[in-house]
T-cell receptor
């Protein structure tokens, strides 16, 4: 199993540009999570999907952030326009959510720098 | 009060020492519990799940105390390679499933 795949691994962009982060979850998992991690705020859940449907987007910072999951094997997180304070590592994770147990598996992350 | 609380550390211990971390959670309906390990500039990775009866994996022992709402992780015979941040994770069901992460406990094992 390839695990959770994220691209790009690193992204450097200028303030005001659009940024799109991509994630391919583990095959068979029914839930996908987007997290952001910074030194100051730690790991924050932005949004999660269950069966491709957004369930909880209360962590999305503002309207500049949007996420989609058009099918079970692909999700995007878009920031438009980007700002320097968006600089962070963005992780995607997947799991089989229902029931007891069933841990999350994380992708390697996208390190975003907004200048 | 945070839903999941951990002592941020750092815990600085010599090689070979035994070290223990605790994590408290506030939601009594929490279902599942995990310890993750995160190395610097890497993604969190599952270290072990925590079962009601407690469980052991080599030098690592995890315990759950539902009455007092805490979980613990014990590391025996610490190695330099154990240096990392250890994240406590609680899975709850309050309408929807949620994984709640603690802020992590930093461990440094010293030669």
């Amino acid at each position: 199993d390839a695990g959770v795949i994220q691209s790009p691994r690193h992204e450097v962009t200028e303030m005001g540009q659009e940024v799109t982060l991509r994630c391919k979850p583990i095959s068979g998992h029914n839930s996908l999570f987007w997290y952001r991690q910074t030194m100051m705020r730690g790991l924050e859940l932005l949004i999660y999907f269950n069966n491709n449907v957004p369930i909880d987007d209360s962590g999305m910072p503002e309207d500049r952030f949007s996420a989609k999951m058009p099918n079970a094997s692909f999700s995007t997180l878009k920031i438009q326009p980007s700002e320097p304070r968006d600089s962070a590592v963005y992780f995607c994770a997947s799991s089989f959510l229902a029931g007891v147990g069933n841990e999350q598996f994380f992708g390697p992350g996208t390190r975003l720098t907004v200048l | 009060r945070k839903e999941v609380e951990q002592d941020p550390g750092p815990f600085n211990v010599p090689e070979g020492a035994t070290v223990a971390f605790n994590c408290t959670y506030s939601n009594s309906a929490s279902q599942s519990f995990f310890w993750y390990r995160q190395d610097c500039r890497k993604e969190p990775k599952l270290l072990m799940s925590v079962y009601s009866s407690g469980n052991e994996d080599g030098r690592f022992t995890a315990q759950l105390n539902r009455a007092s709402q805490y979980i613990s992780l014990l590391i025996r015979d610490s190695k330099l390679s154990d240096s990392a941040t250890y994240l406590c994770v609680v899975k709850t069901t309050s309408g929807t499933y949620k994984y709640i992460f603690g802020t992590g406990t930093r461990l440094k094992v010293l030669a």
